[in-house]
């Protein structure tokens, strides 16, 4: 007994949706040509009168005239292309469901076809043989048709004859060398530089609707038109009902620097249409890029226009800044001086701009997590030895955690991508559910002895600091159904920064504070009453040779709670200690400067607090007391007991454990 073969026929598929939409597209976009062309044809008539010139000017009057019959052509190509696919779309989608068809009766028709092989039945087996039949003709009606189908939309498209350059005039002009695609971006910076002073109330419409890659592009090929536009401010006194006065209103007495202040420039921003929106983030960059309660991803890309037009400004004023040396002569050593620690500090803040320029043009989560990530610029200024902050990642309503790293003594915006390759040792490298940020959005100190001798650098940082912790919290706990756990990690000076900011008085608020190494507890802090942040968990990583643990004994009240108390954060703020532990490659930890190396414990550690997982709790010291001797002997685990500890690693609790 032998029965024929089921019949195969081709997955007739598409996504007709789409199709329809592009059609859709094309036609819109065939319109759209022919009614641009006719605006652009009664645009450029306006030159009659306003451009006269013998020589030139009738060929500069007709110069869009060859353009004409190309731009109907263009239209019908579009025209033309929309209905093929139409037509495709109206013959393919009864096929694809003769597919589904045939798909939903091929299994049973197989295994009546197996089960009719073995039976002696000829009525069934005929009533097989019959329905395979029928099958198989189907099968081959559909292959015939899905093939004629696909090869009338492919000579409909082939016949498309009109709607190209053949008849144009070649032109020269700024192409890539590659694709000889127009290069409109160094384009239009000629043109800068032909017509005259930059009106950032006119080029800031150059920028709508860009790409980010597009926005880069013009941005390098027009520096001098990104500093005008970073320079940006609006007038005094807006008039009334306009996207500035909305604004400005909110903005006033400092709002940017308070809760209910934040609250209101966020209602602001938000009040304001989507249009309204974009035009106010690239006509003023530099003050809606650093603006708390205006949306993290919002100050991110606008800040690729302010960084680029500080670049040009710092280039500027550090060229003419060394066309006014002077001279090596007796009387001249003070404004010698002068002229040398201006111009590093104006070196310091170019190369930090550069940093924060590159930063745009890497990958925020490169193929190698141990790689210097990119990263979007939150707030910069060139003020003092420069300053800014930074983000990795964007909040949205897939964030689970925030992390938040402030730096220390030394810090310039020159460090800016040193610590963005340290907060990448701590973050997880988890681009939906976290979001990374480097907050140096003040002078720190760079002396350690005279620069750490007083509480300016807390009492002008912390405020700052409060104010955008408030707007980042408003912003990522909006609409959400649950709290984002939010890190806060400070190393040395930027430890006692952090705990003044958390001082009931500016109001930062945390799940975590990680101490890395601290200063101190913050200038007025003595415990965590003293704080708006009272239930947080707090931790503290620490060599056991830091030197700065000479300072958080005597530094007393510029760093901690007063002079006749330490600054310890064990002591006085309950925190946790946890184990510094090992360098990657196996050796102890030790000073004051590795902590955020990658695969480190201390790293692991911090990584460990922010995701809420397992951590390595401190490995107490021994103390041994001998009769006769006047101190006792310490002796730490790691150093008696190193091999071990690298062969079996360091004992690991779940957080949670040490905190409930």
Not at 102 to 123: I, K, N, V
Not at 163 to 177: F, K
Request: a negative charge.
């Amino acid at each position: 007994m032998s029965l024929p073969a089921l019949g195969t026929y081709p997955d007739a598929e598409a996504s007709w949706t789409t199709l329809s939409d592009m059609a859709g597209d094309l036609k819109a976009e065939s319109k759209n040509l022919e009614e641009a062309m006719d605006d652009a044809r009664a645009s450029w008539r306006g030159l009659e009168s306003g451009y006269q010139h013998p020589e030139t000017q009738d060929q500069v009057w007709t110069a869009l005239d060859d353009l004409v019959p190309h731009a109907g052509d263009w239209a019908s190509a579009l025209s033309s292309a929309k209905d093929a696919l139409d037509d495709f779309v109206e013959t393919g989608k009864p096929l694809q469901t003769e597919r589904e068809s045939l798909d939903r009766a091929q299994p049973g028709l197989s295994s009546r076809r197996s089960s009719a092989l073995t039976s002696d039945d000829e009525t069934l087996v005929e009533e097989v043989r019959s329905d395979i039949l029928a099958f198989n003709e189907r099968a081959t009606t559909l292959t015939t048709e899905w093939e004629t189908a696909q090869e009338t939309l492919s000579a409909a498209l082939a016949a498309i004859s009109v709607g190209t350059t053949e008849g144009l005039p070649i032109v020269t002009g700024h192409r890539d060398t590659d694709t000889g695609v127009q290069d409109w971006a160094t384009l239009t910076s000629g043109l800068d530089e032909k017509f005259g002073e930059i009106d950032p109330d006119v080029i800031w419409k150059d920028l709508k609707g860009l790409d980010e890659d597009e926005l880069r592009d013009w941005l390098e090929a027009n520096p001098e038109a990104a500093r005008a536009l970073a320079e940006h401010r609006w007038a005094d006194d807006p008039p009334a009902g306009t996207p500035e006065a909305i604004m400005d209103a909110a903005m006033a007495d400092e709002a940017h620097l308070t809760e209910e202040g934040i609250q209101g420039i966020q209602e602001a921003w938000l009040s304001l249409s989507e249009a309204e929106r974009e035009r106010m983030a690239l006509l003023y960059p530099g003050v809606i890029g650093v603006l708390n309660g205006v949306p993290l991803a919002t100050r991110g890309r606008t800040n690729q226009i302010t960084v680029a037009g500080l670049r040009e400004q710092t280039a500027e004023t550090l060229a003419e800044h060394r066309e006014n040396r002077p001279q090596h002569a007796p009387g001249n050593a003070y404004q010698r001086g002068q002229w040398e620690d201006e111009e590093e500090r104006l070196q310091t803040v170019s190369d930090g701009l550069d940093k924060a320029w590159n930063g745009y043009d890497r990958e925020q989560y490169p193929d190698d997590p141990r790689a210097l990530p990119g990263y979007t610029t939150l707030f910069v200024s060139t003020e003092g030895n420069g300053q800014i902050a930074t983000m990795r990642g964007e909040p949205s309503g897939s964030t689970e955690r925030a992390v938040t790293f402030v730096p220390g003594t030394h810090t310039t915006i020159d460090s800016v991508d040193r610590y963005n390759n340290a907060l990448n040792a701590l973050d997880g490298d988890d681009p939906e559910g976290t979001v990374s940020i480097y907050w140096q959005g003040t002078d720190l100190p760079q002396e350690l002895i005279r620069g750490n001798a007083t509480s300016r650098y807390n009492e002008d940082g912390a405020p700052r600091l409060a104010a955008f912790d408030f707007a980042a919290d408003l912003e990522m706990s909006s609409d959400r159904t649950r709290d984002v756990r939010t890190t806060y990690v400070g190393h040395s000076a930027g430890g006692s920064l952090l705990g003044t900011a958390e001082r009931e008085d500016m109001g930062l608020d945390a799940s975590n504070i990680v101490y890395v190494a601290p200063a101190g507890t913050g200038h007025e802090v003595s415990s965590p009453g003293d704080t708006s942040n009272e239930y947080a968990d707090r931790f503290l990583i620490q060599t056991n040779d830091d030197p700065i643990s000479g300072a958080q004994l005597l530094g007393g009240g510029f760093h901690g709670g007063s002079f006749w108390e330490g600054s310890n954060p064990v002591k006085q703020m309950d925190a946790i200690r946890l184990e510094s532990g090992l360098m990657e490659d196996g050796s102890v930890m030790s000073g004051h400067t590795d902590y955020f190396e990658h695969g480190s414990t201390s790293a692991q550690n911090i990584e460990g607090v922010v995701y809420g997982e397992d951590v390595a709790p401190y490995l107490e010291p021994d103390v041994h007391v001998y009769p006769g001797s006047y101190q006792p002997v310490i002796t730490y685990p790691l150093e008696t007991d190193l091999d071990r500890y690298r062969r079996e690693g360091i004992p690991q609790v779940p957080v949670e454990t040490l905190t409930n």
